[in-house]
């Protein structure tokens, strides 16, 4: 069946062909995303939902979402979208991180220009007949100090702007290096140092914890008199009520603002006031740039729901579409190990350590080990994937370590999970075939080579005569079929194991009675919802 999209913003109708011609089906409602009860009413039919800042992906609305696997945003700031709901519930969240930067520096510069000179307010009055030339001094750009927070994509395209226009830029940015800075051809300063010394000021960051409010009462008192804000980032960085406040008393002479505390926004404290020129959140309204993003968003989705390919997203590491089939064998691995790492462990996890040693050490392991969460936490919650697992790990207090070495053994490659409890350490190591399925290789560093198949039943015993013949014959007799048997031991006489793969699941009864031979330390059946396994 075809994964179906909702496109719930106004993107360009481009999105629409990329998604049909990738056979993706594709519904196109524009308004949907200013119609919550609507939306929440529809979203469940769908495995992808395309929009831009209107619609809110809100906890409520990803919990009726239940086939949905991914949220693409055709632009950047994906604050309208909650991130830890989607995470948890394993659904991708990408955006475009360029298509639009380029536009959106543009209008700042514009918004910039226009505040200078005051462009709509001369605009308007010289339509109305009045030309009052000597009410419409402006101050002149050359030579100016332009402040810029947040100096990443658009703030860096917004410094070259402006270091184009011969202003004098500085930049507030902790995650700005000084190699950076200088090639740009600014200034890196401190927040109260941009302050002091900005004859413009203008935002760039994402909207944060850190960043609401950045612009604030006592921001604004510790800036220049006559200082002119842009914002073309996110209305909560600025407190409208302050700037407007500072506008009134003159220590602020003018804003340029496209984005609002509230959008779309039909009222603000910013309104009405002389030299404040407002857009509603026009930063990435050029046709080039949503032309841009709805071509990429539409594709990254597709790859993703046809090819497994990950791009840009916010909380999954990427997975190219070159590297997915590539990748796809070991994601099934890794995931058969976590799987059986969880289900054979019963007592709260502390820590993990996965070795990827050999050639699969240069894929893409931040993939891999996701997925090796996700089986593993699998055992306890069903509802969990390569997105959700780590952030459940977290949440857990799993600690986490990956390694990787060359190849250390007879395996081109292979990978080790070893899963702490507080009572005990217990590691499983596998490889993949050339036929491109799992193999358990190390089970407690007992060697051996099993297939990996739906339905399974471990056993540890002691190494003793009789132990084949005892699964045999019990299994024989509940007319539980053997497909492979494969049998491990660490030393003639001492610790064995056995690890059969069976052809349905094994009962319960059955099962105890195996754990009633004396030899026997325990048998657990096991089972193995991956792609690629037999069975
Ligand atoms: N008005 C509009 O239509 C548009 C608005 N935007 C907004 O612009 C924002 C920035 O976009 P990009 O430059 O592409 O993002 P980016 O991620 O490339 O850059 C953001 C920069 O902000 C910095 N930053 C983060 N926290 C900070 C803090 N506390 N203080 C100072 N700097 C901090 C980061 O280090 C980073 O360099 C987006 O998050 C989005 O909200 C983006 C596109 C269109
Ligand atoms: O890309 C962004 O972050 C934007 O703010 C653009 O918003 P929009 O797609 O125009 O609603």
Redesign the pocket.
């Known amino acids: 069946m075809a994964p179906r999209v909702l496109v719930s913003d106004k993107l360009s109708k481009t999105a629409v062909q990329i998604f049909a011609g990738g056979g993706v089906e594709v519904d196109y409602m524009p308004d949907l995303g200013k119609d919550k009860d609507k939306l929440l009413e529809v979203i469940g039919q769908y495995d992808g939902l395309a929009i831009r800042?209107a619609t809110k992906v809100t906890e409520k609305l990803i919990q009726a979402a239940t086939r949905l696997k991914v949220v693409g945003r055709a632009?950047?700031?994906v604050?309208n979208v909650d991130i830890p709901a989607a995470s948890r519930k394993g659904i991708i969240v990408m955006n475009t991180?360029?298509g639009?930067?380029i536009t959106?520096a543009e209008?700042a510069i514009a918004l910039m220009f226009a505040v200078a000179r005051q462009l709509p307010a001369a605009d308007a009055s010289t339509q109305a007949g009045k030309w009052e030339k000597n009410r419409f001094m402006g101050v002149e750009i050359t030579g100016k100090t332009l402040g810029i927070?947040?100096?990443?994509?658009?703030?860096a395209i917004v410094a070259a702007r402006g270091v184009g226009l011969k202003m004098r830029v500085i930049a507030?940015?902790?995650?700005?290096s000084a190699d950076r800075a200088a090639h740009l051809g600014i200034e890196k300063v401190e927040?109260h140092d941009l302050f002091k010394r900005s004859d413009f000021i203008t935002l760039?960051?994402?909207?944060?914890d850190?960043?609401k409010g950045?612009i604030d009462k006592a921001a604004i008192a510790r800036m220049k008199d006559g200082v002119r804000i842009v914002n073309?980032?996110?209305g909560g960085l600025i407190v409208e009520a302050d700037l407007a406040e500072a506008i009134k008393s003159g220590k602020v002479a003018g804003a340029g603002v496209?984005?609002f505390e509230v959008e779309p926004a039909t009222d603000s404290p910013l309104f009405g006031l002389d030299n404040v020129v407002c857009t509603p959140?026009?930063?990435?309204?050029t046709s080039e740039a949503q032309e841009n993003v709805a071509l990429q968003v539409a594709e990254q989705m597709s790859d993703y729901l046809i090819r497994g390919a990950v791009a840009n997203a916010i909380n999954m590491p990427s997975i190219t579409a070159e590297e997915a089939p590539i990748l796809t064998p070991f994601v099934q691995l890794a995931e058969c190990l976590g799987a059986f790492a969880g289900q054979v462990t019963e007592e709260a996890i502390t820590s993990v350590e996965i070795t990827y040693d050999g050639s699969v050490a240069a894929m893409n392991t931040r993939a891999l080990t996701s997925a090796a969460l996700a089986g593993l936490i699998k055992s306890q919650v069903s509802d969990v994937n390569m997105v959700s697992a780590p952030i459940m790990a977290k949440e857990r207090g799993i600690q986490l370590t990956e390694s990787r070495r060359d190849r250390s053994g007879v395996f081109d490659s292979y990978i080790k999970l070893t899963v702490v409890t507080e009572k005990q350490t217990r590691s499983v190591a596998g490889t993949v075939f050339s036929d491109g399925k799992p193999r358990f290789i190390q089970i407690k560093g007992i060697n051996l080579d099993a297939e990996v198949g739906r339905h399974m039943v471990y056993t540890t015993n002691n190494d003793a005569p009789g132990i084949i013949g005892l699964l045999g014959t019990v299994f024989g007799k509940a007319g539980v079929n053997i497909a492979n048997f494969q049998l491990g031991r660490d030393r003639p006489g001492g610790n064995a194991i056995a690890l059969l793969y069976v052809d349905s699941p094994v009962p319960e009864d059955v099962l105890d009675a195996v754990r009633a031979h004396k030899e026997i330390a325990s048998a657990k059946p096991l089972r193995f919802d991956v792609a690629d396994v037999a069975g």
């Open positions: 800042s632009g950047i700031g604050d991180p360029f639009n930067s959106t209008h927070i947040g100096c990443g994509n658009i703030g507030f940015d902790p995650f700005l927040l760039h960051t994402p909207m944060t850190k960043t950045i073309c980032a996110r496209d984005v959140h026009l930063g990435a309204a």
